[in-house]
């Protein structure tokens, strides 16, 4: 009983929304004092950063430790995905790496603390879970674009490596020279060179962005957009289900209305014991 209570504590708290609203500030917090450690900082602020640094481990330490504490089932904890991408970024960032030739390794791992706020703005786990279903659909999309890119990459090539062999010389450089093109970054200084020697090149490069920065990049959106959209759909789905679901508290409140509605004599009967 004792224990049912401890879990039902462990459970308020984790999802109250004033703790769920410190634990983000406390990651942004985290991400800022990564930022200030990147600048010259006297040796006394050095050291407190040094002690919020650990301050700020054992908090998400703490943290973990009460999401694992107030799942009903142990074992559940570790069927969500993310629960183990927090954990382990936790565990990792314990490791007392500041003097030694992991401290590199050990500060990286402190950057990469700011991503647990995914794990609580379910709009975060939304966007990043969309865009992950998205990469095969979008694989097929990206080897189109390479075809039509190698392609390019090749009538530039040939046309003008000698106009001029920095952006044109071989087809890697072509490849690197396109998606500058792509990008718009002094793109029409590239065409307007290569057009002094073959006036209509302007069509080269207008064909291409067209199909990459116009056609593609549309494709790649609408995609995207597509599975986001499916995914909110599952997120309320879900949410209406379990709103739907009735708590304990409303199943014993039906019970007592069925009770006041059966006659007195009938409620007697089934409560006295039989003979």
């Known amino acids: 009983m004792q224990a049912e209570v401890l879990q039902s504590r462990f459970e308020n708290i984790r999802s109250n929304k004033l703790f769920e609203t410190f634990v983000v500030t406390v990651i942004v917090f985290s991400a800022l004092l990564v930022g200030a450690k ?3 900082i006297p040796q006394p602020f050095s050291s407190i950063a040094l002690l919020l640094d650990w301050f700020i481990s054992f908090f ?15 074992l559940d904890f570790f069927k969500n995905f993310w629960n183990w991408f927090d954990t382990i970024i936790v565990v990792v960032s314990m ?3 500041d003097n030694t030739d992991l401290a590199v390794v050990g500060r990286l791992v402190r950057v990469f603390r700011v991503l647990r706020m995914i794990s609580f703005i379910p709009e975060l786990r939304i966007l990043l879970v969309s865009l992950v279903k998205a990469l095969p659909q979008l694989g097929y999309v990206m080897l189109l674009m390479f075809i039509i890119f190698y392609i390019y990459a090749a009538i530039g090539s040939t046309l003008f490596e000698e106009i ?10 072509s490849l690197l020279t396109l998606f500058r093109v792509m990008t718009f970054e002094d793109w029409t200084d590239v065409m307007y060179e290569t057009m002094a020697v ?7 490069y207008l064909s291409f962005i067209f199909f990459t920065a116009f056609a593609f990049l549309n494709m790649v ?9 499916q995914e909110n759909a599952k997120a309320r789905a879900a949410e209406e289900e379990q709103n739907d679901e009735p ?3 409303e199943l014993m409140y039906e019970i007592k209305q069925i009770k006041a509605q059966l006659p007195a004599s009938e409620v007697q009967s ?3 014991p039989k003979q």
Do not use: C, Q
Request: avoid cysteine; charged fraction near 15%; charge should be negative.
């Open 270 to 272: 089934n409560l006295s």
């Open 198 to 204: 073959y006036p209509l090149s302007w069509v080269f």
């Open 164 to 173: 001029n062999p920095i952006l044109w010389g071989d087809i890697s450089i």
């Open 95 to 97: 490791i007392p790496a």
């Open 38 to 40: 990147t600048y010259d």
């Open 60 to 74: 998400f330490l703490t943290e973990i430790t009460i999401r694992f504490m107030a799942e009903k089932r142990k």
């Open 221 to 229: 959106i609408g995609i995207v957009v597509n599975v986001m959209e």
């Open 247 to 249: 708590s304990l508290s």
